[in-house]
């Protein structure tokens, strides 16, 4: 349930094993698009894609050599890229789909689709449709514009804008020659604002505008996982990298571990959450940062295992990781 990012590779995943399987898509399939900035790591989505027999670099877009920051007090910095890019999401989500069985329109009901199913796999995202609703939920309203320059980009490459408090931030992210994904998430639902004072600063124009809530709670607070004949996958059960908003990777990750425990729900509960153990420190420290209750000295021991975590898998992160960088964050 539900043709994103997690949904769609496990059609793909899935197509040509033992299992009798259809996807379903709540949006008709005229307006069935892929809501985010469309940035990615490379060498990790080339290995997802591999696995399906598809060639990633037919999607890809723009290959980042550097990151510019602006910090809201000033400070500017670059970070060194190797591997983040920009990539055509929603054709790629389309390729997954490929020859599969989908069902575009007003998604069936549970009771409906249990009496059908052996197992509903909701990849629902942060509607969670099939899942038991979350007793405390913790989230960012985003906002973004595609835009066209005709006079020349802003930026050659990716250039972000941290806000105050670490409540979200302001991105920009090139899509070639002439276009663009500029928007921004914030807690203190800034987002909008930020975006159009880039847009009214820098100019072009606004070829679609896109919105919705992403799902900072991490797996350990988006408990059950699976519930009856419904197990969750993706960002449903809070696979959302809270320190980036990053959503991509880590669904299909979960997707994937999903494959390995499909028979035995218990199993993957516990392999999420062995997998995504570092996420709840990170939402701890953002958290802790947004509500103005970080103290660097308690939350040490978070900065240190998000700093270890990241720099071991840096390749993972697609940019270079040092720590100078996340203490100007920290600090925001």
Known sequence: ??????????????????????????????????ICAWGTIKPVLSEFCSKVGIDFDRFLIHDGKRMRVRMGSGTRFDIG???????????????????????YGKPPTLATLEKEYDMIVDCTGFHRAYLPKLSEDFFLPTYEYKVEYDDGVPYDDFYIEPFPGMSGYFWYFPLGEKWAHIGAGDYNKNHIKATDDFLQKHGGRIIKTKGRPIRLATPNRCKPFYSGKVVGVGESIGTVYALLGEGIIPSMQCAEIFLANMNDHA?????????????????????????????????????????????????????DIRMADLIKVARA
């Not at 890229?81 to 069985?101: A, N, P, Q, V, W």
Request: glycine fraction near 8%.
């Open 1 to 34: 349930m539900g043709m994103g990012v997690a949904g769609s590779y496990l059609m793909a995943r899935l197509r040509d094993s033992e299992h009798d399987v259809a996807g379903y898509e709540m949006m008709p399939a005229e307006r069935h698009d892929s």
């Open 81 to 103: 890229l190797h591997g983040l890019c920009t990539y055509d999401k929603l054709g790629l989500i389309k390729e997954f789909m490929r020859g599969s069985d989908i069902t």
């Open 267 to 319: 199993a993957y509960e516990r392999a999420v959450d062995d997998h995504y153990r570092v996420y709840g420190r990170v939402f701890n420290f953002v958290r802790a940062k947004i509500h103005k209750e970080f103290s660097f000295v308690r939350s040490l021991p978070d900065f240190m295992s998000i700093f270890r975590y990241m720099k071991k898998h840096e390749d993972r992160f697609g940019m």
